[in-house]
């Protein structure tokens, strides 16, 4: 009897020394610790679309002092990054961003299987009940950039690198070129598909194609906007940017302006979310009036008269008191597609598989 009473204090005494010197978990600190994993599809220093996740992650961090940040890159889409959500929920990470369009369906696959672990998705269109949808609609503010660049223009020849030929972002470009000639009738668009969102040599050819061709504002949408700023910067052309707010230092003599993603504070309500409880799968969609959507610093290259115009009509846009793309409407081939006194619904923007008026180019 002696001799059990003094083996259970020992053990008690082994516990509590485990416990002084952190060798035993509590699970109760655990439990108040929040493991963050985010899976980015390439660098998160592109100045694009990556980075602008990876600092809305730190943002988060700063925020929440509960959360701990499991973070790789060059994911490739498909199975490794099925592999890698795994292993950072084996890791202890309760919440999931897996940042790119790609990832959808491995996330949904690993959500199904881990019904406690939370994801949240940028720009899905499939939901269950432990898996978020995100992002901001923007042909709003690639509007604004067109007016900015149609007051900069010299040459009213701008120009666009764009990664696929999918609606929304016929549709940015759209509204670009609907922005520019709402200040400047003379003013038009050409347009060049890359087949892919990260090509740097296809990037700089497709540039410096529309350089030659008198365009002097370079616009872009794919993963990186670095190569082809840079294009524009050295043949003294004008530049936007897209997805990360610091942009304009790869191009500070041209520079416009830019459409940018700042996903800190959103990230911090996810993350808020989880740990109190409240987290529920939802569809959000933001737009210029949320702040995760915003427009980057102005260039010194842009007009003042243009600044007040694009933060006026940036303000019509927020209070709806402006459509985007207000008929009457013509495609680039003479069709009409919006009739006066309608609007194309922002919505409805999966339907859009043509360009406006005055951009020179086909979706292929």
């Known amino acids: 009897m002696i001799d059990h009473v003094t083996r259970g204090l020992g053990m008690l005494f082994v516990v509590a020394l485990a416990i002084a010197v952190g060798t035993v978990a509590d699970p ?3 439990q108040t610790k929040l493991k963050v994993g985010i899976l980015h599809v390439g660098s998160i220093n592109d100045a694009g679309y990556n980075q602008a996740h990876a600092e809305g992650a730190q943002v988060m961090k700063k925020n929440v002092s509960e959360v701990e940040l499991i973070e790789v890159e060059n994911v490739p889409e498909g199975a490794d990054a099925e592999r890698v959500m795994e292993n950072m929920i084996k890791q202890g990470a309760r919440l999931i961003i897996p940042a790119s369009f790609g990832y959808l369906e491995p996330a949904l696959r690993v959500a199904q299987r881990y019904p406690d672990v939370k994801f949240v998705h940028p720009g899905g269109y499939k939901r269950v009940p432990n898996l978020t949808t995100y992002w901001a609609s923007t042909p709003e503010a690639f509007y604004l950039m067109g007016i900015a660049a149609g007051k900069t223009t010299k040459t009213n020849k701008l ?8 609606s929304f972002f016929l549709a940015n470009v759209n509204a670009f070129e609907l922005g520019a000639r709402s200040v400047n009738p003379k003013a038009e668009t050409r347009v060049v598909f890359t087949g892919t969102f990260l090509d740097p040599g296809k990037e700089a050819t497709a540039a410096n194609a529309l350089l030659e061709q008198g365009v002097d504002v370079l616009g872009v949408i794919v993963d990186s ?3 082809v700023v840079q294009a524009g910067e050295k043949r003294g052309a004008y530049s936007v940017g897209y997805h990360y707010v ?4 790869f191009a500070p003599k041209g520079w416009v302006s830019g459409v940018a993603f700042t996903w800190g504070n959103l990230y911090t309500r996810f993350a808020r979310q989880v740990l109190d409880g409240t987290w529920k799968s939802e569809n959000i969609l ?3 009036g949320d702040d995760y959507l915003t427009i980057a610093p102005f260039g010194p290259a ?3 008269e243009a600044v ?3 933060n006026a009509t940036r303000q019509e846009f927020v209070g709806g008191k402006r459509q985007v793309f207000q008929g009457p409407i013509r495609d680039n081939k003479g069709v009409e597609r919006v009739k006066s006194g309608e609007a194309f619904p922002l919505g409805d923007l999966r339907k859009m598989d043509w360009l406006v008026e005055g951009v020179i180019g086909q979706p292929k």
């Open 159 to 166: 120009g666009y690198v764009v990664a696929l030929p999918i």
């Open 246 to 249: 610091g942009v304009q230092k």
């Open 286 to 288: 933001g737009g210029l």
């Open 308 to 310: 007040k115009l694009v």
């Open 302 to 304: 842009v007009p003042e």
């Open 225 to 227: 906007p670095i190569t």
């Open 28 to 30: 109760a600190a655990a």
